[in-house]
Structures are given as C-alpha cells and as structure tokens.
C-alpha cells in the first residue's frame, strides 16, 4: 500500500521561505518520478514542481527561479524548497508519485498514481 505523507506547510509572511516534505512508502522510491501539486480555494490543482527516477527537473514557470525540488532517495523523501513566497502560492500542496510508466508529461495529473493528503501553505502580505 503506497502511502505519500507531506509535512511542513504552515502561514508565513509575503517574502518568506518553507520547505516541504513528502514522505513515501510501500514502492520502491528511487524507481518513481515524484511531483508536486497545489490547489487554491475555488481553482483547479495546479503543476507546481517535479523530479524525475534521474533526477531531471520540472517547474510552473509561476514558481521557477524561487522553488526548488529535491528527492532524498536514502530517505525516501522529496522536498520542496520554497523561497520568495507570494500571496499568491497560498494552497494546499499536494506530492504524487506516478504511476511507474515513463513520465511523459510531468504537469499532467492524470500522469500520477498516488497523492498525499495535502499540506496548507498560507502566504500573508
């Protein structure tokens, strides 16, 4: 039973940084592209950030240049490194885990088997 457990999420000023985690079990890790995601009151999830089994990255041009995605694979963690934040990047943040098969589009949802239960990120101005 895979299980994705996301974690340090919480309400910070206009300019401040956070770092998320996401905890993953029941697959082998290093075999997987991760990703994260994120949903806004009244708005669709968004692609937020990915990290493919070599390590190949992924950003929103919303959010490249001011977060970074990183995967611990001794952990069996991936991180989201968030910096510069805005009003704006106010959600839940979602990790997922795909589906094993090659990642063809890592901003596509559908490209993902498995989702966290989320972590809400609040951005103050």
């Known amino acids: 039973q895979v299980q994705l457990v996301e974690s340090g999420g919480g309400l910070v000023q206009a300019g401040a940084s956070l770092r998320l985690s996401c905890t993953a079990s029941g697959r082998t890790f290093s075999n997987h592209a991760m990703g994260w995601f994120r949903q806004a009151p009244g708005k669709e999830r968004e692609f937020v950030a990915a990290?493919?089994?070599?390590?190949?990255?992924y950003y929103a041009d919303s959010v490249k240049g001011r977060f970074a995605i990183s995967r611990d694979n001794a952990k069996d963690t991936l991180h989201l490194q968030m910096s510069s934040l805005k009003p704006e990047d106010t959600a839940v943040y979602y990790c997922?885990?795909?589906?094993?098969?090659?990642?063809?589009?890592?901003?596509?949802?559908?490209?993902?088997?498995?989702w966290g239960q989320g972590t809400q990120v609040t951005v103050s101005s």
């Open positions: 997922a885990q795909d589906r094993g098969l090659s990642l063809g589009r890592p901003e596509n949802p559908s490209e993902y088997a498995y």
């Open positions: 990290i493919s089994r070599t390590f190949t990255t």
